[in-house]
């Protein structure tokens, strides 16, 4: 029997973080459910994305309500995502639907991070136009209306701006301001192309057309959604709305350093995913991203490699071949550590467990280690049987090691079926 307080709560969708053409409904272990269930659309869905919001989520549902019955009535819904607050804002949001029948919240346990929260809102809505606001009330509720108008002059997407007229912060201090948009200024370095479609392109409140995102996968790093709205989405036109962001009145702001090394981080993946590289990549099925990272670790390696060779070796004095063979395991330890953390993190955390990591470090030495067979052959190869110079040879020779092992170590490690 299902309780009341399940009675409003949404399962949370897994898998790829793509959102469907046609509404979809989601069973509670969080797979698609089969076709035969009927989900109605509706016109309009708004993601309230909360962690710890307990004290402002019932003011911010009464005032989205008041506004949205008037407009769009029973034409819209509100969808609380929620990272399992300590708080429990899921719990006492979960109270609130029995008022409030447009309501409905989701609790997320497994997954975290704002953007995939707002991203698994919109897979389980149904609304024709997707939105998110912040639930702090520092987005004020009443800018909807003018965001709602935009969508239906026909923009795909409608962003809430401090930059335009209209728009501002009530009472940031200076270093607030600089850095806001110093993060702004190196976002337009790096990706030019999304940077300068908006003027706020930190903006958390905005609506986009469901059709402008749909069945493409996105892959968001961290706060900045709207990034990844703008760089992967289908969108032809663009409006801006001015508002004031207003001062938080209860709860704290979520923002650390972190938010900061994940936005350049998502730069950086948004630029990759969309350069030229990266459509080779898709063109060809080869995950260029990965493969710098891989790249990257391997350059550290070698640092480590020589950095350890002269230290048992010069410091040391131990033998030239038990040197090189520490320093070669200790950098392959290196490059362990650092691909299970980073290049496949991902990856790993699926077969999480001390014993599931010792097997893909065991799996490791080993690919490294035909990797080492490999590339004295193709040298020998290249220098005896090619006549190229000896250490064009050699550079050849370490780049194509290099493909092998990451593709073996994809394939066979690591392990991925489905290149992504
Ligand atoms: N589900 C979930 N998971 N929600 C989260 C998480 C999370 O990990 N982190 C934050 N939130 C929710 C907060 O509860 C709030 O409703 C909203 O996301 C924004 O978080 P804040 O921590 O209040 O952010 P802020 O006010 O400092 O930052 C805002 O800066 C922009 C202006 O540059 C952004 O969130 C933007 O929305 C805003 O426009
Ligand atoms: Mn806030």
Redo the contacts with the bound molecule.
Sequence with gaps: MISIQQKHQLPVPSGLLQVSRLPQSFSMDGSAASTSSLVFPIYFSLI??????RDSIEKMVAQLSQILDEVLPNDYELLI???N?PDR?WEYAQHLTDQYPNLQVMR?QQE???ST??IRGWQAARGEVVG?????L??PPEVLLKLLEKIDRGADLAV?S?HVEGGGVSSWSATRRIL?RGAQLLGLMILPRVLSSVS?P????FLVKRQAIAEIPLNPVG??ILLEVIGRGNIRQIAEVGYV?QE?EV?????TWRQYKDYLHHLVRLRVDSGRLGHWGKQINFPVGRFIRFAFVGLSGLLVDMALLYFFYAILSFGLTRSAIFAGELAIVNNFLWNDRWTFKDLAQKQFGRQQTLKRFLKFNIICLMGLILKILLLNLLFNGFHLNAYLANFLAIAIVTVWNFWINLKLNWRVTQVN
């Design positions: 309230i994305p909360t962690f710890n919001e995502v929620d990272d607050s804002t997320r975290r991070g704002l929260a707002v998110v606001i912040d639930a702090d520092q987005h809430a401090r806001s706020d930190m903006s958390g409140y706060y900045k962001f938080r709860g704290e702001s979520k923002v």
